[in-house]
Antibody, heavy 117, light 107 residues
Framework: EVQLVESGGGLIQPGGSLRLSCVAS????????MSWVRQAPGKRPEWVSV???????YYADSVKGRFTISRDNFENTLYLQMNSLRVEDTAVYYC???????????WGQGTLVTVSS | DIQLTQSPSFLSASVGDRVTITCRAS??????LAWYQQKPGKAPKLLIY???TLQSGVPSRFSGSGSGTEFTLTISSLQPEDFATYYC?????????FGQGTRLEIK
């Protein structure tokens, strides 16, 4: 079955770090355009980051310098390393598979990150 | 950053109605626009990409049009499962951005 399964979310204090994982099944992560998108309660989705086939990466200004997207080709897994977390990073984090310039057509179920003291 | 403004933000309609949602971009994005449907507690679902191309498996009652700065999503005959929130997304340039959403509810 073609799917994405995220994990790694949880409750973390401001200033802390978390690493989210997204395991892909049924396709090869390294051959795809993979993104992280988050959504705070009651808010619109917010694009966070993307890693392209050529390993180029892009970030939203709100996370630049704090978050790092990466992939492990052997494990067929996408990651999001999140450092210096802030209360405003609280959201459900989704990983998604897409095509450049066409949006994301396969999404995981999401993992909740709550940043609170 | 490219801003996307959807209208209306809220829409009340009945089964069988034809509805149209508009998305306006703050600058030209050619046809690099996607539309998503989202239901509570679920991930967004891609409906339309490249402004007017129907994603595989999406019913043909959904259609998209537009280019440049103005785009529309039309549902030709609302079905009960279509009541949800709809978002547009520009994929022309980074950072990728979403519209604020249109909540479609049953009248």
């Amino acid at each position: 079955e073609v799917q994405l399964v995220e994990s790694g979310g949880g409750l973390i204090q401001p200033g802390g770090s978390l690493r989210l994982s997204c395991v892909a099944s049924g396709f090869i992560v390294s051959s795809n355009y993979m993104s992280w998108v988050r959504q705070a309660p009651g808010k619109r989705p917010e694009w966070v980051s993307v890693i392209n086939i050529d390993y180029s990466t892009y970030y939203a200004d709100s996370v630049k310098g704090r978050f790092t997207i990466s992939r492990d080709n052997f494990e067929n897994t996408l990651y999001l390393q999140m450092n210096s977390l802030r209360v405003e990073d609280t959201a459900v984090y989704y990983c998604a598979r897409g095509r450049r310039g066409e949006g994301s057509y396969l999404w995981g179920q999401g993992t909740l990150v709550t940043v609170s003291s | 950053d490219i801003q996307l403004t959807q209208s209306p933000s809220f829409l009340s309609a009945s089964v069988g109605d034809r509805v149209t949602i508009t998305c306006r971009a703050s600058q030209g994005i050619s046809s690099y626009l996607a539309w998503y449907q989202q239901k509570p507690g679920k991930a967004p679902k891609l409906l339309i990409y490249a402004a007017s191309t129907l994603q595989s498996g999406v019913p043909s009652r959904f259609s998209g049009s537009g280019s440049g700065t103005e785009f529309t999503l039309t549902i030709s005959s609302l079905q009960p499962e279509d009541f949800a929130t709809y978002y547009c997304q520009q994929v022309d340039s980074y950072p990728i951005t979403f519209g604020q959403g249109t909540r479609l509810e049953i009248k």
